[in-house]
């Protein structure tokens, strides 16, 4: 028997840090993200002989324990242990014998949700195996437990629900982890068109969003009044491209990218640097009317939305910086297993 899991990657597109505590906790929290056909995935075999093999493909990592009810957490590997280590604690009560492989379709750092996609991908695999009785939300705040209390990772909490549920969702987030999932019904055309429009490109350079995100955090439980106003702005930001995208108005989206960007670098320091800014300027130069980092900021996948047939200078003047164009599709699906049976 083969258990098999996959999660979709996010590109968030507006209202990014607004997840992320204090602010989600005392001012409640707003984001807009899509899923693209980029994943995360996980696959179980369940073994007999009383061991635990871990493998992550796109790290080059192999690793055997003997079976237990909880494997030591160090630097390697550590989303998958404390994966384990919770299912056994909340539901199997007992030691578990099998081969975990994963791998992600974006290396770590990307600004694309890849660790926290991993966890739901592996989370998945684990709830087809054991057939536990999780919905979609129950999943996605696992992730956000193992990854931010048991691991005690940095970070916000759209990209679990995104991972999770798929597609274009409008997020809300409140005190005590209360997050409500709105997915949005955007025509077609509408989709196609900004994805025809919004161009993605990998900086080539990934970074520890954790750093970024602590400094965020510790902005505004000082009440920086600077930090403070931009993550208010990117709350209205995340309204703003919500009714541009329901109405059909992907022209403006541009616009509302790049007044997003310009409020995000006043969050914390590292959000950007003299070379992303450089390539921001080249952007609009070129024919981008906004764009952003994905994620934390500090490099890995950066977007430009291009309205007529703008994008094709902007590729061509990208390349010439080193700038590699990525492909990428929007999709509806989230989390999917299924098990194959031998």
Not at 211 to 229: F, H, T, V
Not at 310 to 317: A, G, Q, V, Y
Request: hydrophobic fraction near 40%.
């Amino acid at each position: 028997m083969i258990i098999r899991s996959k999660a979709p990657l996010r590109i968030g597109l507006a209202g990014g840090g607004t997840d992320v505590s204090p602010y989600a906790d005392n001012y409640g929290g707003s984001i807009l993200n899509a899923t693209i056909n980029m994943h995360a995935h996980a696959t179980i075999v369940p073994l007999n002989n009383g061991m635990i093999e871990l493998e992550a493909f796109d790290l080059g990592i192999c690793q055997e324990h003997q079976s237990a009810e909880a494997l030591s957490i160090d630097d390697q590997l550590p989303l998958l242990k404390g994966v384990y280590n919770r299912i056994v604690k909340d539901f199997s009560k007992k030691a578990l014998s099998f081969r975990l492989s994963t791998s992600v379709d974006a290396p770590p750092g990307s600004g694309l949700g890849s660790s926290s996609t991993l966890v739901v991908a592996i989370i998945g695999a684990f709830v087809e195996w054991l057939k536990l009785p999780l919905g979609e939300y129950d999943i996605a705040h696992l992730a956000y437990e193992i990854e931010r209390l048991d691991l005690q990772l940095a970070g916000g909490r759209q990209d679990q629900y995104a991972a999770t549920f798929g597609g274009f969702n409008f997020m809300e987030f409140y005190k005590d982890d209360k997050v409500i999932v709105n997915p949005l019904r955007i025509k077609r055309r509408y989709a196609v068109e900004l994805e025809h429009n919004l161009i993605l490109f990998y900086t080539g350079t990934s970074r520890e969003s954790a750093r970024i995100i602590e400094k965020q955090s510790e902005n505004i439980s000082a009440q920086d009044s600077a930090a403070l106003e931009a993550t208010h702005k990117l709350k209205q930001q995340s309204v703003r491209m919500k009714e541009a995208l329901l109405t059909g108005n992907i022209d403006s989206i541009g616009d509302i990218l790049h007044y997003g960007w310009e409020w995000k670098k006043k969050m914390a320091a590292g959000i950007s640097n003299p070379e992303i800014d450089k390539l921001y300027s080249l952007a609009l130069e070129s024919g981008a009317s906004g764009g952003k980092i994905s994620g934390a900021g500090g490099g890995g996948f950066f977007f430009f939305y291009c309205p007529a047939n703008n994008k094709h200078e902007l590729i061509s003047k990208l390349a010439e910086q080193g700038i590699e164009h990525h492909r990428y599709l929007f999709t509806q699906q989230g989390l999917y297993t299924y098990t194959v049976k031998e």
